[in-house]
């Protein structure tokens, strides 16, 4: 969790700020992680920071456009030192994945003190935010992000029609209410750009699931129409995914999708369906091959020996990672990968 002292100066920083820039993940943390923070003012705008999840020097043209006084970054694993020294505006960094040390920013990151420690960008967005009427919506970034957060008891007290009772985490995503929203949080973030920003538009005016899971307001109409556009184009690739399912340890499941990317969603899920198997999702775009890896146990030291010496990079959470390789060198990685698992 950030200290009191870092949760006072981050209040203080989004209080002052007039137009302040939010650089944020394209996934649940990351999505929420923005709508808990922009909620507090409603001032400033926000940045999808898609691909490779890194803050990199082309996204300056994002900062000239906007001229903000201060910059955001939510759940970002990489901000690049050219990004940084180019802003020339304070940048406040607030993320949980592998710490790294950048010039010219404020970096508020838990790992810095304790390693082996797991908060959700989300987690860290509602201790500054405090607002009790978006607690929903920290759920939905924490559980994306496959965390119980130590809120969980309230959480169960004022929406127990979304979480009817303290669960495991694999149920709670997959058989209530609140995994039915971190799914279209998740949705809501894919297809074309435009269509993007505009569902992220609604949920910034969204006070409650009711809207969406009741379909109750035509502002929450509309985002779950748009899930359910979405979810077609899902359910056969996971039907697809089971399918390969063997006596290996290794599910690997490769798919090709021009438009849209469900890699990591089909990783969570079957990493649910299959506690003892290590989930490989391939999808192939311009020559290179983007996985997403789960387990219900550790697996980041096996890719990052299997990495060595490999055309690619990759890295992230110890159960949970994503990674980039090279085509040529696709057959030689899985290889290793396969060898380390075993």
Not at 44 to 51: A, L
Not at 124 to 149: K, N
Not at 219 to 238: C, D, S, V
Request: hydrophobic share 40%.
């Amino acid at each position: 969790m950030l200290t009191l002292k870092q949760v006072a100066l981050l209040r203080n920083e989004l209080k002052t700020a007039q137009r302040p820039l939010f650089f944020y993940d394209d996934d649940p943390d990351g999505l929420t992680s923005f709508l808990l923070l922009y909620k507090v003012y409603r001032e400033g705008r926000g940045v999808i920071v898609k691909s490779s999840s890194k803050l990199e020097k082309p996204m300056l043209g994002k900062v000239e456009e906007q001229k903000p006084d201060k910059i955001f970054v939510l759940d970002v694993p990489v901000i690049e030192q050219e990004f940084a020294d180019g802003a020339h505006v304070p940048i406040f960094w607030i993320d949980h994945h592998q710490p790294l040390q950048v010039k010219n920013v404020q970096y508020f990151n838990p790992r810095v003190k304790d390693p082996d420690i797991y908060i959700p960008t989300s987690r860290m967005a509602y201790q500054i935010s405090t607002r009790h009427e978006d607690l929903w919506i920290a759920a939905v970034g924490c559980f994306g992000d496959y965390y119980l957060p130590d809120f969980l008891r309230e959480f169960l007290e004022r929406y127990p029609a979304l979480l009817p009772k303290a669960l495991p985490l694999p149920e709670i995503l997959y058989q209530t209410p609140v995994g039915k929203l971190v799914r279209i949080f998740s949705f809501l973030l894919k297809g074309k750009t435009t269509e993007v920003y505009k569902c992220i538009k609604i949920l910034t005016r969204i006070a409650s699931p009711d809207e969406i899971l009741q379909q109750s307001t035509p502002a929450g109409k509309y985002l779950f129409q748009r899930f359910e556009q979405i979810n077609q184009r899902y359910e056969p690739l996971i039907e697809r995914a089971r399918q390969q399912a063997t006596k290996s340890k290794v599910l690997l499941f490769h798919y090709q999708e021009d438009e849209w990317s469900f890699t990591a969603d089909l990783a969570n899920e079957l990493a649910a369906a299959y506690q003892k198997k290590v989930i490989i999702i391939a999808r192939e775009k311009g020559g290179e091959m983007k996985c997403s890896l789960r387990a219900q146990f550790p697996i980041l030291p096996a890719l990052e020996k299997a990495l060595v010496g490999i055309d690619g990079f990759g890295g992230g959470h110890p159960n949970a990672c994503g990674m980039v390789i090279k085509k040529p060198d696709w057959e030689r990685f899985l290889q290793r990968f396969k060898d380390e698992v075993a």
